[in-house]
């Protein structure tokens, strides 16, 4: 028997503290992509971002992150040194062109000239090598950013000059920030995708946000746990239960949240706005990390329309990032610059539009076809389907394949420029959805109803795929895709009829509401295939992660770049967002567990998982849980194995479910029994009247206090003398009054010692200084029990 009590020491005073984060970065000649457009010299380096003004010369710069402390704030980026070396020749650098929408009947603009008030100088240009970009906040961890232009350009003498060396310095100041706590789950998931963000992950752990320990209400909502909540109107709410219990079975504790009355409670100037204060108070509230908005086409508008380079758009990145308002500058108008928008994604967002029950219906058969049935033939899940229907952007396709391992991965380049291993048309990338293929990135323009791949793929095509156990997750550059309600095809958009209506092809789809730009769509695309391909990870990764990390990727850009910003709050995921993608082939995991555990307080139940061939899975999540009793969860590690620490008072059957990176998920059951004695820790409080205390209930430095404590006998028959002993090896913390007696315990009763332990700590520890204590309960027969 273990339980874990712990006391924690609440200290009152904040201090500022000055930290730094220092880098080297290194540029090689080779790396500089020069090339040509209308008579001038284009100028790229990997994959970086052009983000300057219009008749400015269109340089590339590299956007970088970096986790500071969760109360910090940047005071400053210092250049500590650089090396600088021109490149050999003389250029015309292009200045910075309109950008070019991925509509299939575009107009091109007319020429911007180079601007004269940067092209007269002769001097380089960008006058700094590097600078800061911006600071944020991604469910508590703290992220900083800066751009580093490794290109920069004399117009006078036209040479060009490589930052072949650079060092940068990030300050920051500590105790600039109020920080919420997170709950355990917030803090593992979204740490991890920071850790894939940063280039300093060694510090996410130390630099988290401080961990929730207790579950309490707000104004609007009753405390609990709610990892996944599914927002819908009142008239679709019993058709989405089965989802609400999937979710929470596999572990994942999911709620049906009534939209008519989130808007008819929560504040907001709008039907949006009270929908996202809403998740705001699920975030901080219930630990919230999915969303699922299945919002009801009309009459009501359960959507945010932002604005950027001067179109309107819907955007759900507006329900997912949560800091801030949108729309700082109160004018009605959302997502411009001057709206202070800080980009990262707090919770995961995925949507489907209703028109009718029948939708839900195609929708519940794919997302439990394809998590409890994919076909394990075929290889499909290492297939990435990279269709190009237009003569350039080959580049950006290239990449996910190099984020793509050969082998085991097989990526089917299918690219219009004739560079690939076949050029597309519709009938052959059918075909290809038809054989499966895990993850597509298409390039292409587009319409509601279409996207061009040397020929239209329409909404009917995508009605009549036929890769039934084979789904796929696609997302796309093209234009207008992603516009609900505008197709003529179920008068949905073909975004609309890839999810909602084909019974086949899709279980999730990323696509633009409005333009998608040239050259900067395809970075999104290919940021949000790094989140599925790039990281290597042991644990499952879902389609709302995905869309996250490609939005998150180029947050650095977005105070600068009305085209990066416009496209990142646009594209859009028809989808569930927890979701997960397949990565490797799936397999029903061998599974080794107890058959039966006694009742009781912080029972260690020790759960293996391994593949068919006995190999150990790593970080697969197992979940432990009764009906009103406990709910537990755990990961295994690189032995497949992991110990959890179960409270069960009554008997019966103790459910248990596991999901691994690649497993079909697993469900069992170990039955709880009653037997014997079994006494340990229950609760307890503190108790600091004067003089030793100031009675506030609270454990301050320097205190002298008591700990009155319940036990309980979670065995059905009486402990007779029950003795306890409280230990600790803390530093700074003496017990002071370490044995207490507590009598007689009958089975499945209590018992309290109203005096209580005694325990002094010491002057000087800091706020939130934890306390492990191990409680040691013996009875007349000298049955040992211990609490820790």
């Known amino acids: 028997m273990k339980r874990l009590v712990m006391l924690t020491l609440v200290a009152g005073l904040t201090f500022a503290l000055a930290g730094t984060f220092t880098r080297t970065f290194n540029y090689p000649a080779e790396a500089v992509q020069l090339g040509t457009q209308d008579g001038y010299t284009t100028v790229d380096l990997g994959m970086s971002a052009h983000i300057n003004n219009l008749g400015e010369p269109d340089l590339p710069c590299l956007p970088y992150q970096v986790v500071i402390p969760a109360d910090a704030e940047v005071t400053g980026l210092e250049i500590l040194s650089y090396k600088e070396e021109p490149l050999p020749g003389t250029y015309q650098v292009l200045p910075v062109q309109h950008p070019i929408p991925w509509k ?18 002769n001097k380089v240009w960008p006058e ?16 900083a950013s800066f751009l580093i232009y490794p290109v920069r350009y004399n117009p006078v003498t036209r040479r060009l000059f490589l930052i072949t060396s650079i060092t940068v310095r990030v300050n920051y100041e500590t105790g600039k920030h109020h920080v919420p706590a997170y709950s355990e789950m917030q803090l593992k998931m979204f740490g991890d995708q920071v850790k894939m963000l940063v ?16 579950t309490y209400g707000s104004q609007f909502l009753e405390p609990g746990n709610y990892e996944h909540v599914i927002l819908t109107s009142q008239q679709f709410a019993d058709s989405l239960v089965w989802l609400r219990d999937w979710r929470s079975k596999l572990g994942w504790r999911s709620r049906i949240v009534i939209l008519e009355s989130i808007c008819a409670t929560y504040p907001g100037r709008d039907n949006a706005e009270k929908m996202r204060n809403f998740i705001k108070d699920a975030d ?70 209703i028109n009718q029950f029948s939708e839900i219906a195609n929708v519940r058969n794919k997302i439990m076809r394809y998590e409890t049935a994919p076909d394990t033939t075929g290889n499909w899940w290492h297939k990435i389907l990279l269709p190009n229907g237009v003569t350039f952007s080959d580049n950006y396709n290239d990449s996910i394949a190099n984020a793509s391992p050969t082998p085991p991965y097989f990526d089917l380049k299918m690219y219009y420029s004739g560079n690939g291993q076949v050029q597309p048309n519709p009938q052959r990338y059918c075909d290809s959805l038809n054989s499966g293929y895990t993850f597509t990135s298409v390039i292409a323009h587009g319409s509601p109803d279409l996207y061009d791949l040397n020929g239209s793929v329409t909404s009917n095509m995508m009605l009549n795929l036929t890769n039934t156990n084979r789904l796929n997750c696609l997302t796309a550059v093209s234009c207008n895709v992603g516009q609900w309600d505008l197709g003529s095809t179920n008068n949905d958009c073909i975004a609309e009829n890839m999810f909602n209506h084909a019974p086949n092809g899709f279980i999730g789809v990323m696509m633009n509401y409005e333009s998608g730009w040239v050259n900067v769509a395809e970075k999104l695309n290919y940021a949000i295939a790094y989140g599925l391909l790039g990281f290597r990870t042991t644990r499952k990764i879902h389609q709302g ?117 690649n497993n079909i998920p697993y469900f069992d059951s170990i039955v709880v029994i009653s037997t014997g004695r079994y006494v340990s820790y229950l609760k307890h409080y503190i108790s600091d009247p004067p003089p030793g205390g100031n009675g506030d209930s609270i454990i301050n430095p320097g205190e002298s206090f008591r700990i009155p404590m319940w036990l309980k006998n979670y065995g059905n028959l009486t402990a007779n003398n029950v003795t306890a002993r409280l230990r600790t090896n803390t530093t700074g913390v003496t017990v002071t009054d370490s044995v207490k007696s507590f009598g007689n315990i009958a089975g499945n009763d209590s018992a309290f010692n109203s005096q209580g332990f005694g325990m002094t700590v010491a002057n000087g520890l800091p706020n939130r200084y934890v306390i492990p204590c191990s409680l040691i309960c013996k009875d007349a027969l000298d049955s040992t029990w211990v609490s820790l």
């Open 128 to 143: 700094k090598p590097a600078i800061f970009a911006h600071t944020g906040s991604k469910s508590g961890y703290r992220i």
């Open 199 to 214: 280039l300093n992950p060694e510090d996410v752990d130390r630099f988290a946000p401080p961990r929730k320990t207790t």
């Open 545 to 661: 992660e995905m869309l996250s990390y490609g939005r998150d990727y180029w947050v650095p850009v977005i105070l600068d770049s009305q085209k990066y910003r416009m496209e990142i709050m646009e594209r859009n995921l028809f989808g569930e967002p927890a979701t997960p993608i397949w990565r490797a082939r799936p397999f029903v995991p061998v599974v080794s567990k107890p058959a039966t555990i006694n009742i009781g307080n912080n029972i260690p139940v020790t759960v293996t998982v391994q593949t068919p061939n006995f190999a150990p899975v790593e970080s697969a999540m197992v979940v432990l849980q009764k009906p009103n009793e406990t709910f537990v969860r755990g990961w295994t590690n690189s032995s497949g194995q992991v110990t959890m620490l179960v409270s069960c008072p009554t008997p019966g059957f103790l459910k248990l479910s596991v999901v691994g990176a």
């Open 284 to 353: 901080t509230t219930w630990g919230t990390i999915f969303v699922f908005i299945a919002r009801p086409d009309y009459p009501a508008n359960y959507y945010r329309v932002a604005r950027s380079y001067g179109y309107d758009f819907f955007s759900d990145m507006y329900f997912s990032d949560l800091d801030g308002t949108w729309d700082r500058n109160n004018n009605n108008i959302f997502g411009e610059l001057a709206d202070s928008v800080d980009g990262y994604a707090d919770v995961h967002i995925g949507m489907m539009t």
């Open 104 to 121: 299939k009947d575009y107009q091109p603009l007319p020429f911007v000239p180079p601007d004269p008030k940067v092209y007269g100088q």
